[in-house]
């Protein structure tokens, strides 16, 4: 079956640090890819997506790239605020499911301090 | 454009009671998604409805249970709640964007099962 495994947290961060969170999948076929992000209090919103190998998603200054032959999409960005503060979701959804179910990771609890 | 309404956002109940929340998706939106946030767990998909049907479910008992109307709103019903259902309820729709996978969620109904 599908799987998404991220990285552990939480994640401390200093302003203007780079961050890093890894996010590997197993699915058959070829899924679309997804961060998500929770907000303190509220529910998920999408923050990026890709739906093919070698796409890069972008959106806030966070980046994520579809690499098929290592099975990552991996979110990046170059410096954080203290605003981005939250829980990170990576997510796939395989292709040709017929349905909207999403299978997420764990998230990542990143806390940034000023 | 109103987002995804669940209500209610809290409430709490006892062990053997049942629950029901409600969720109204964004206008126009036919598929209904249901998931389950915990701790521990992360996010669990327990089913997904699209015009009034169930398209697909995931692993959770028999007492979890859901339907949509006409009108796309959706209801998800736990029976004979355990202290385990103690959980983020969170409702995502999913429009006529195409197949892309993109959930859109409301803030969930957060039930304490005491």
């Known amino acids: 079956g599908n799987s998404v495994t991220q990285m552990e947290g939480p994640v401390t961060l200093s302003e203007e640090a780079f961050l890093t969170i890894n996010c590997t999948y197993t699915a058959t076929g070829y899924p679309s890819l997804f961060w998500y992000v929770q907000y303190p209090g509220e529910g998920l919103q999408l923050l990026l997506k890709a739906t093919k190998a070698d796409d890069k998603g972008s959106n806030k200054g966070f980046e994520a790239t579809y690499r098929k032959e290592t099975t990552s999409f991996h979110l990046e960005k170059g410096s954080v605020q203290v605003s981005d503060s939250a829980v990170y979701f990576c997510?796939?959804?395989?292709?040709?499911?017929?349905?909207?179910?999403?299978?997420f990771g764990k998230g990542t609890k990143l806390s940034v301090i000023p | 454009k109103a987002g995804v309404t669940q209500t209610p956002r809290y409430l709490i109940k006892t062990r053997g009671q049942q629950v029901t929340l409600s969720c109204s998706p964004i206008?126009?939106?036919?598929?209904v998604s249901w998931y389950q946030q915990t701790p521990g767990q992360g996010l669990q998909f327990l089913f997904e409805?699209?015009?009034?049907?169930?398209?697909n479910k995931g692993n959770f008992p028999g007492r979890f249970s859901g339907r949509q109307f006409s009108n796309s709103r959706s209801e998800m019903n736990v029976s004979t709640l355990e202290l385990g259902d103690s959980a983020l309820y969170l409702c995502?729709?999913?429009?006529?964007?195409?197949?892309?996978?993109?959930?859109?969620f409301g803030e969930g109904s957060r039930l304490t099962v005491l």
């Open positions: 995502a729709s999913s429009g006529p964007s195409g197949d892309t996978g993109e959930l859109f």
């Open positions: 409805y699209f015009s009034e049907t169930q398209r």
């Open positions: 997510a796939l959804k395989s292709l040709g499911a017929g349905s909207y179910q999403l299978t």
């Open positions: 206008s126009g939106h036919r598929s």
